[in-house]
């Protein structure tokens, strides 16, 4: 069994195909790198313009937004 790593990213906003600003694409080509490397990536996202991502675990703000990510931090610590 391969043992991967993790990476969590917290994003004001989240997408895959249209980039709205550079710090968006710059999010995308940097886990599509750690994605290479076969690290899996979490994102938690405020907004989002996609519902769901095949390349990343993706939380997008609303009622479990929170109660998720404080489960992946506990398990952290």
Known sequence: MINQKKVIFVVKEYTENVFLGGGEKVNHF??????????I???YANISYI????IVNL???DKDFY???ENIVKTMI
């Open 67 to 69: 109660n998720n990510f």
């Open 59 to 61: 939380y997008i703000k």
């Open 30 to 39: 940097i886990i599509k790198e750690l994605l290479k490397r076969n690290y």
């Open 41 to 43: 990536v979490d994102v």
């Open 51 to 54: 519902k769901k991502s095949n």
